[in-house]
């Protein structure tokens, strides 16, 4: 090991950090502080978009013998509470997602670089796949803390008509009745539907956006046009949002009946729903809904990253990095 790489110790005003080091800690304060509000505003706004979607979702998860269908399960709403009924619960979805929003991408960007520091550049390269994994998942388990209350508020909200208006009544009825624990009574179900969701929507799109930038497209990313990149990122957002819909779809189905009735259990839910239930209903609708929830967050999330002079995320791993993990590995 060569004396440079040690931190000069003359004196306070003389002391360095090792210059891998400084450039770890530069690359994270130039990173990090975009990503939590690029989360709010990709998660946030696309949730409360999709808010009718999800309305007729929830609902025939929770009464498929009422809503038998994507069209009739609209048609049912509409006949029954208007044109206004299909944004019922729209607040607490967008709070909540805003919030989740924040700590996932936020708290993802943190972890895969922390991650990334302590395994060093060969195997932070070799082992990447690994990387977006780990950094998902950590990133996740905070996320859904932040989420969870505004999740159980919102599907009480959607599918017990007459329970409240929204968010600013909902919320009290719903602790006075279950208590402030009740807001997180659906947190492990949360976790078990969140944490699969995001690790694959974080490592799949990674890998997908490789693979397109390595052999769909015959330019180098740092060729291609903000449109095209942007582009990529919508594709590989979506591919991967159908892999996630489908890996997450029966904790999905737990955490709707465990909010819509009181007193509920995870075998309450299997007993009633049934283990083919769990993995099937609903979700023809959700893949469509999730699909496009995903390309738009990353189109989304990219789009600010661009517009604060970030690079996009994903890509082909830079020379630099492969060639010194070659050297690490020589030394």
Not at 157 to 185: C, N
Not at 201 to 219: L, N
Not at 276 to 290: H, K, Q, Y
Request: with cysteine; proline share 6%; charged share 15%.
């Amino acid at each position: 090991m060569e004396a440079g790489d040690f931190p000069r110790l003359r004196g306070p005003s003389s002391f360095q950090l090792p210059a891998s080091r400084a450039r770890s800690s530069y690359t994270r304060r130039s990173t990090m502080p975009p990503a939590p509000s690029a989360g709010i505003l990709s998660c946030g706004l696309t949730h409360m978009a999709v808010t009718p979607l999800d309305l007729v979702k929830c609902n025939m998860q929770i009464d498929p013998a009422k809503y038998k269908s994507i069209s009739s399960g609209f048609g049912v709403l509409l006949k029954e509470q208007g044109v206004r009924g299909f944004f019922r619960g729209w607040v607490p979805t967008l709070l909540g997602y805003s919030a989740q929003g924040a700590c996932k991408f936020g708290f993802y960007e943190f972890f895969k670089k922390y991650y990334s520091d302590i395994a060093g550049p060969e195997f932070a390269t070799k082992y990447k796949t690994l990387i977006y994994l780990a950094g998902s998942a950590s990133a996740e388990v905070i996320a859904d803390i932040a989420l969870c209350p505004f999740e159980a508020v919102k599907v009480r909200v959607q599918t017990q008509p007459g329970f409240a208006r929204g968010m600013s009544d909902g919320f009290p009825k719903f602790v006075k009745s279950e208590g402030a624990l009740g807001l997180y009574k659906g947190l492990v179900p949360l976790w078990g539907r969140q944490i699969p969701y995001t690790m694959m929507k974080f490592a799949s799109f990674e890998t997908i956006v490789e693979m397109m930038y390595k052999y769909a497209i015959p330019t180098p990313k740092s060729e291609c046009s903000k449109g095209l990149q942007l582009g990529v990122s919508f594709a590989g957002g979506y591919v991967a949002g159908v892999f996630c819909a489908i890996v997450s779809h029966p904790a999905d189905n737990l955490v709707s009946f465990l909010n819509n009735a009181k007193g509920a259990t995870v075998g309450d839910a299997v007993k009633k729903l049934g283990v083919w239930g769990l993995f099937t209903r609903g979700l023809p609708l959700r893949i469509v809904m999730i699909g496009t929830l995903t390309g738009a967050q990353w189109g989304i999330y990219d789009a600010f990253k661009v517009f604060v002079g970030l690079p996009t995320t994903g890509g082909v791993a830079p020379a630099a990095v492969k060639v010194a993990a070659t050297e690490l590995a020589k030394a």
